[in-house]
């Protein structure tokens, strides 16, 4: 009876911890990609798939961060890069971003934070690559600086950096 009882305890904590997984979060894998290409990395994606994202369309299947919002288009260091959020900006929380890369030299890293060009006071994400984008949820100061924008880093292979910023 104490086996029984220690077994269903344990398939409660198992249960109960699942809403807790998020996008980006216990990926143990790295991506690497030529160009914004998706590649298999391991990146677990807890209770759900980001196939079921569809961020270039209007509606959203799968599970939603809240409205889509395209932050713009710029073409730096060889690259065109396009990126958008989900939902609010609001200091304090998070802010799922998604980023389009092509062309460029081969990708090493991306990386994405929300305040000043210098990251005074922010905390850079690594993103990973989903199916033909980059990924993660950047968290919001706070305070949230003045005119604060989305930052893009793009590290090339053999650690020459692009920088972009967008408006939020």
């Not at 029984?4 to 809403?19: D, E, G, N, R, W």
């Not at 298999?40 to 799968?62: F, K, L, N, T, Y």
């Not at 959020?85 to 998604?98: F, N, T």
Request: hydrophobic fraction near 35%.
């Amino acid at each position: 009876m104490n086996t029984l009882k220690t077994i269903a305890i344990a398939s409660f904590y198992s249960l109960a911890m699942l809403p807790l997984a998020s996008c980006g979060e216990g990926g143990s894998g790295s991506a690497s990609s030529t160009a914004g290409k998706a590649e298999d990395h391991g990146h677990d994606h807890g209770d759900h798939d980001h196939a079921d994202h569809d961020h270039a369309s209007e509606g959203m299947s799968g599970h939603s961060h809240g409205e889509t919002t395209e932050l713009g288009e710029q073409e730096l260091g060889g690259y065109k890069i396009k990126a958008s959020r989900d939902g609010d900006v609001k200091a304090g929380g998070d802010v799922p971003i998604d980023v389009w890369v092509t062309g460029g030299a081969k990708i090493a890293s991306v990386r994405f934070w929300i305040g000043t060009e210098d990251a005074k006071g922010s905390l850079k994400a690594k993103a990973e690559i989903e199916t033909d984008n980059w990924h993660t949820h950047a968290e919001v100061p706070n305070p949230l600086p003045a005119d604060s924008k989305l930052w893009v880093e793009i590290e090339a292979e053999g650690g020459a950096k692009t920088l972009a910023g967008f408006a939020l």
